[in-house]
């Protein structure tokens, strides 16, 4: 498991000092209650329901290793982190502005990466900045100069390799920045806005725009190498999904519910799919934007859409191992021989690798108040991090889930919204809020 060195997501389009002690990370031994009349989101069959036959099947999982880094959106290039390693009881480190938040005109879409000892971030402004991962403390900032007519542009994301951060925005530019120093080593206008963070690989920078065009830049001058074109949609979800990178091929996700692999010297599409729901029944449904992002592990592709679908394909061949009616907007995570993803309708799943059937199901809350179903929760996650899976959700709060049997094992609020899903290197735990803020927990 050891490897080398190198939102709001969707509230808007679907109504959308701290001690940890104890014996739980949170300091809760009792499982916090799961209120709420349960109310599907997309009105289509699904098969997020547990598989009797897997009642007695034991869920095991791979032990917890040390990551030194987290430098993509993801983790990884091929957004398999597998179980990640922290302390058992972990305490709050420090806390630090990032800048600007969310507030009524831009969206904090983009989260943290660590590099090198290092954490850095972008806030709503696109103002990128680094931290000492030890201390929290600043280290360098990097205000880009935006136009005018760009003034309310939000999206994007940072990515690290080889000693630079590169930056995608939603005012259609790409840069790169020397990652020591935050000096601007160069920028390259991109076909449009870009609302996800990039994907590096084979010295090339991935970005994808909001009409689905994904563009290779040359990562040492950022000259355009290759692009390629899906099919353009006139409706997605906020925010967006960067490309996987694996075996020198490039799994790319577009808001139309297309997925291809493209070769990455080249850009030539190796094969494609759709996730685009068989039934579709209302409005919402129809949106078959792959807002997470696809992983790959083992030669195996595992990717979801909003529409109501999920499939595991064979990355030389695009040949489907399984397709299941699950719907989701978050990266799902994969772990030895289980998958865990939260769907659409606010339910955490445990399913097998080979077959994708649900060994667990649990449901979380969808609503602040479940008696009169107002002021819908969004949730962000999960990442599996020594035995525990940790999820996030628009009240402030940290959730940690057994992933043997998926009870609820404690939980803490940390004051403000979590949009996008925590992020772990050298044994800290590292949250960024929708107010910009960014926590360290070690």
């Not at 069959?45 to 993509?72: F, G, M």
């Not at 935050?182 to 090339?204: F, N, T, Y």
């Not at 353009?232 to 997925?259: D, F, K, M, N, Q």
Request: with cysteine; glycine share 10%; charged share 25%.
């Amino acid at each position: 498991m050891h490897r080398m060195k190198y939102l709001r997501p969707i509230a808007s389009m679907i109504a959308a000092g701290l001690f940890l002690g104890g014996c739980d990370w949170f300091g809760e031994s009792d499982a916090p209650p799961l209120p709420g009349t349960r109310i599907a989101v997309m009105v289509v069959d699904s098969d997020a329901e547990p598989d009797p036959r897997l009642a007695d099947l034991r869920v095991k999982l791979p032990a917890p290793y040390a990551n030194d880094a987290w430098p993509q959106g993801g983790g990884y290039p091929d957004h398999a982190m597998h179980h990640l390693e922290a302390n058992e009881l972990l305490r709050e480190a420090w806390r630090v502005s990032i800048g600007s938040g969310s507030d009524g005109d831009r969206r904090l879409l983009s989260g943290p990466i660590v590099a090198e000892n290092r954490v850095y971030t972008m806030d709503s402004d696109f103002e990128i900045r680094a931290f000492d991962a030890v201390s929290g403390k600043r280290v360098w900032s990097f205000e880009p100069e935006i136009p005018d007519e760009d003034d309310e542009a939000f999206g994007g994301g940072i990515a690290y390799a080889d000693r630079m951060i590169f930056v995608t925005t939603g005012y259609a530019r790409v840069f790169a920045l020397n990652a020591e120093t935050g000096q601007l080593i160069w920028d390259q206008k991109a076909p449009g806005p870009i609302r996800a963070a990039p994907s590096i690989g084979e010295g090339k920078v991935l970005a994808i725009s909001i009409d689905n065009r994904v563009t290779a830049f040359n990562a040492d001058t950022g000259e355009e190498i290759w692009f390629h074109a899906g099919f353009a949609e006139t409706a997605g979800l906020l925010g967006g999904a960067s490309a996987a990178v694996s075996e020198r091929t490039a799994v790319v996700p577009y808001s139309s519910g297309e997925i291809y692999s493209l070769r990455l010297s080249t850009g030539r599409a190796n094969w494609s799919d759709s996730l685009v729901s068989v039934r579709r029944i209302d409005a919402l449904a129809s949106l078959a934007d792959i807002r997470g992002r696809p992983i790959v592990d083992r030669g195996v592709v595992y990717a979801i859409s909003h529409g109501g679908r999920m499939v595991a394909l064979d990355l030389a061949s695009g040949s489907r191992a399984w397709d299941r009616r699950i719907g989701g907007t978050q990266t799902p995570w994969i772990a030895g021989e289980f998958l865990y993803v939260i769907t659409s309708d606010q339910t955490v799943l445990c399913m097998t690798r080979r077959g994708g059937r649900v060994r667990w199901a649990t449901p979380l809350p969808n609503f602040e108040d479940p008696e009169d179903l107002e002021d819908p929760i969004t949730w962000s996650g999960p990442v599996l991090v020594s035995d525990r899976l940790l999820i996030g959700n628009s009240m402030g709060e940290l959730w940690s889930i057994s992933p043997y049997d998926g009870k609820p094992l404690g939980r803490i609020d940390l004051g403000d919204p979590i949009y996008v899903p925590p992020i772990v290197a050298n044994g800290t735990v590292y949250v960024q809020t929708d107010d910009g803020v960014l926590i360290a927990l070690r």
